[in-house]
């Protein structure tokens, strides 16, 4: 029996546990995970965003989380450049992706290379984009307060 590769992509921004709970679900599907955590540079161009925490820091926690056995920075868009580098045999995605054009697309892609698609449900009432809404939200109320 082959191991088993997975590769959980994200951007592992603001670390909360829906971040924990996707890496432990994709850790106990596969023998060795692979987090890519995506570089400052690709989530400007994909999600027109900064990220709050920095790459290198993002890599370093998510690279300290045990059901973690390596954390690579992800600097292309290209999913399957990413296959080609690593070689991975799962590829985690949070169900949003289902059903969609592009999950569809990466979908066909991977089970070109022999890759599974395995989606994972959010966590709910959790997300880096709320966690960040509330941060401007604190950043705006004390602005205010000191003028």
Known sequence: MSQRIGYAAGAYDLFHVGHLNILKRAKEQCDYLIAGVVSDEMLEQTKKMRPTVPLEERLEIVRSIC?????????VPDKLEMWRRLQFTLFFKGDDWRG???GLKLEREF?????EVVYFPYTVNTS???LRRALELI???SA????
């Open 67 to 75: 059901y973690v056995d390596e954390a690579v920075a992800e600097t």
């Open 128 to 130: 880096s984009t709320g």
């Open 100 to 102: 969609t054009e592009k």
């Open 144 to 147: 205010r307060a000191r003028a």
């Open 111 to 115: 089970a070109a290379v022999g890759v």
């Open 139 to 141: 950043e705006e109320m």
